[in-house]
């Protein structure tokens, strides 16, 4: 392979590498080394596990050996001085059959650098580059680097080559983020559900309230960086779009010089009720504030950004995750909003304020379904419906508030799930959410009477749609299978589970 252009096209889809990247990815030498000399110290082994196995096929095929032959399978890591981030993570395969005696005990004894065995035992040999690639973070990435899941990895895999044959196969990962020339900084958020807005009547001088519960699935990921022009990369146009106009907005309140690049790793859907807009936001004013130095509050934050002028619930759970209940604004004549209208069209307006903040259950599981239908109203649309539908009657606010308080509240505080549920499928029926559901295709409630037939306690439409979820325990993968199946007869779709997350959004600097 040749590494150089392989080198070029990573860059092209991972962005721009370091000499320090380039070199590890590319070197035909001895990576603990070259290591030694990037980090000014000496670098120490650990092996994490080894164990001989028989030859799959596919390893038996890149060691030209048997599948069943014996194989030593090592996995390690490779670490700086104490207490500093490991610097590689590595997976070797050796068939043992052509090992001489001292070169088998040296390599299956632990900590041994594979370099310092080839010279020790005076064995010529050379390093045949394969693949280079980008792989997602997984959770041992996560747990072995202190990264992010899903965050870029960059991985390399070659042979070590011994009078014509493989003698050893190597893998060698390493995050993006590190060995760079420039500071950046990685944010990455939960999602939410938001499952009703509580008082769209306004008749008591307060107006809005949200209900919501942040997931752990999806979630965005993204790093910002200090550049001469503000720029966003990755994800689709619209998230492009909002990470660009919040940055711009975020630099001129902040007085800040220049501009940011800010690079979309991984996002989901905009319309479909899951706030992805919300996050992407925040997410972009979060790393701004950090990678300048600056300590902004979330509300800050949200203000600067422009989110949350109607619900609070978005920014709540980039703060702190959770079940969280927010207490709306002010509402009147010269009050906080004269009018009804979405938080994408309440700029200047603060978020609202968090009355109610508890854990969800970490054993419940919310599984969610977006039916390949219209997204969600928004813009225009969006500020037609407030406009035309409020105020709703005040009977069902006050059964919503009823709902709220002496259900919703004590079922998730007391892992009560019938008591919950019984109060979320009663507010599908009621208030702003009941004019939701109004300008829904018959799919929605479909959907919903399928997950709860299958087992759900409870099933609700988020914001405006198109997604629905629902609420269980031990029944996920009944109700998960009831609403793929309905799905592939209605158009199609997409269904998964998400834990519910209890902790807001996740900030480190690299």
């Not at 080198?7 to 070197?27: A, F, H, M, P, Y």
């Not at 040999?125 to 990895?153: M, Q, S």
């Not at 950046?184 to 807005?197: A, D, K, N």
Request: proline share 6%; aromatic share 4%; hydrophobic share 40%.
């Amino acid at each position: 392979m040749e590494i150089q252009s392989r080198i070029r096209e990573l860059e092209r889809e991972v962005g721009r590498l370091s000499r320090v990247q380039k070199i590890l990815l590319g070197t035909d030498g001895s990576v603990t080394r070259i290591l030694e000399v990037i980090t000014g110290g000496r670098v120490r082994i650990t092996t994490l596990s080894q164990e001989v196995v028989g030859a799959g096929k596919e390893v038996a095929g890149q060691l030209r050996v048997r599948e069943g032959d014996p194989v030593n399978h090592r996995v390690v890591k490779i670490e700086g001085e104490q207490g500093t981030p490991t610097l590689i993570y590595a997976v070797s395969d050796t068939p043992l059959g052509r090992l001489s005696p001292g070169f088998r005990e040296d390599l299956m004894r632990a900590d041994i650098p594979i370099g310092k065995i080839l010279a020790s035992h005076r064995i010529e040999a050379r390093r045949e580059i394969l693949d280079a690639r980008v792989i997602p973070a997984g959770e041992e990435h996560a747990g072995i680097f202190g990264i992010f899941r899903k965050e870029p990895v960059l991985s390399r895999r070659y042979q070590i080559i011994h009078q014509g044959e493989p003698l050893i196969s190597i893998e060698e990962q390493f995050p993006y983020h590190a060995f760079l020339d420039e500071r950046q900084v990685i944010v990455e958020t939960p999602s939410r559900i938001h499952l009703g807005l509580i008082d769209m009547h306004g008749g008591i001088g307060r107006v809005d309230g949200g209900i919501g519960i942040a997931l752990a699935e999806p979630g965005i990921l993204l790093d910002v960086s200090q550049a001469q022009e503000t720029v966003a990369t990755g994800g689709d146009e619209r998230a492009r779009a909002i990470a660009e106009r919040v940055a711009s907005r975020v630099l001129a309140a902040t007085r800040m010089p220049g501009g940011v690049a800010v690079t979309l790793r991984r996002v989901y859907p905009s319309h479909v009720g899951l706030g992805s807009g919300s996050q992407i936001a925040l997410a972009v004013a979060r790393g701004i504030s950090a990678i300048f130095g600056l300590d902004l509050p979330p509300q800050e934050l949200a203000r600067m950004a422009g989110r949350g002028g109607t619900s609070g619930i978005g920014t709540a759970a980039f703060d702190r995750g959770g079940f969280i209940v927010d207490g709306g604004h002010a509402f009147g004549a010269g009050a906080e909003k004269a009018d009804f209208r979405p938080s994408a069209a309440s700029g200047g307006v603060r978020p609202a304020p968090v009355i109610a903040r508890h854990d969800f259950p970490p054993d419940w599981r919310i599984v969610l379904a977006t039916p390949r239908i219209p997204a969600g109203a928004s813009g225009g649309a969006e500020v037609d419906v407030f406009r035309t539908a409020c105020p709703v009657p005040l009977d069902e606010v006050r059964e919503t508030c009823h709902e709220v308080l002496m259900r919703m509240l004590p079922g998730v505080v007391d892992r009560d799930l019938d008591l919950f549920g019984r109060a979320v499928n009663r507010i599908q029926e009621l208030g702003f959410k009941k004019v939701e559901l109004s300008l829904q295709p018959a799919t929605i409630p479909g959907l919903m009477d399928v997950m709860r037939d299958a087992g759900a306690s409870c099933a609700g439409m988020s914001s405006f749609g198109p997604t629905v979820y629902a609420v269980t325990d031990i029944g996920a993968a009944g109700v998960l299978a009831a609403a793929e199946g309905f799905l592939a007869d209605h158009g199609g779709g997409e269904a998964w589970v998400s834990a519910p997350r209890n902790t807001g959004a996740m900030i480190r600097v690299a």
